[in-house]
């Protein structure tokens, strides 16, 4: 069974930094490009970025670009995500999706729970 | 990076169908087979529906369908049950090797 587990979350101060992570098991981690997608209160989903398979290749949203950093650790089995300079348009529940093809992007077969970032002074 | 057009809202009774459709344009939705669809009842993690414009996971029941046509994918859902009422997320990959989301559907079963 697939599994995705966030962690990391809090409340943060503008300009803050926070590193979520989302363990992941039941697959071949390594084999599937892994992606962050959050959740504003109320509000809907905005992909953030993904991370290919190996992790050598990485993708953002204008919004973030420059501000998050993503990583794997093909050996732990798990997807971090540094965020960085953070705003508070920046609140949301982030989610640690998984990709459904292997070694492509595609779309996302399985969604973890989520952790929640809340950026206030 | 502009967001997929999505109706706000739309509504059914029980038995009828119902479409939801999902604009985008020819550097995203009308130029990709990559096109998926998820279902977000309130307070839980959205669900897979539908993958690459046409394909239902399995456990989908296949009163869910999808289609697309130039620059515009479409979800039906026929058969309205009162379990089906959430909010439909469009997504599809673009020219930019990024991902758009559709600011969503909230269906209601009347």
């Known amino acids: 069974e697939v599994q995705l587990l966030e962690s990391g979350g809090g409340l943060v101060q503008p300009g803050g930094s926070l590193r979520l992570s989302c363990a992941a098991s039941g697959f071949t981690f390594s084999s599937f490009a892994m992606s962050w997608v959050r959740q504003a209160p109320g509000k809907g989903l905005e992909w953030v970025s993904t991370v290919s398979a190996s992790g050598s290749t990485t993708y953002y949203a204008d919004s973030v670009k420059g501000r998050f950093t993503i990583s794997r650790d093909n050996s732990k089995n798990t997807l971090y995500l540094q965020v960085n300079s953070l705003r508070a348009d920046d609140t949301a529940l982030y989610y640690c999706a998984k990709e459904g093809r292997a070694y492509n992007l595609d779309y996302f077969d399985y969604w973890g729970q989520g952790t929640l970032v809340t950026v206030s002074s | 990076q502009s967001a997929l057009t999505q109706p706000p809202s739309v509504s059914g009774s029980p038995g009828q169908s119902v479409t939801i459709s999902c604009t985008g344009s020819?550097?995203?939705?009308?130029?990709?087979?990559?096109v998926s669809w998820y279902q977000q009842p309130p307070g839980t993690a959205p669900k897979l529906m539908i993958y690459?414009?046409?394909n239902r996971p399995s456990g989908v029941p296949d009163r869910f369908s999808g289609s697309k046509s130039g620059n515009t994918a479409s979800l039906t859902i026929s058969g309205l049950q009162a379990e089906d009422e959430a909010d439909y997320y469009c997504s599809s990959y673009t020219s930019s090797s990024t991902f758009l989301f559709g600011g969503g559907t909230k269906l209601t079963v009347l």
């Open positions: 690459e414009v046409t």
């Open positions: 020819s550097s995203d939705v009308g130029s990709y087979n990559r």
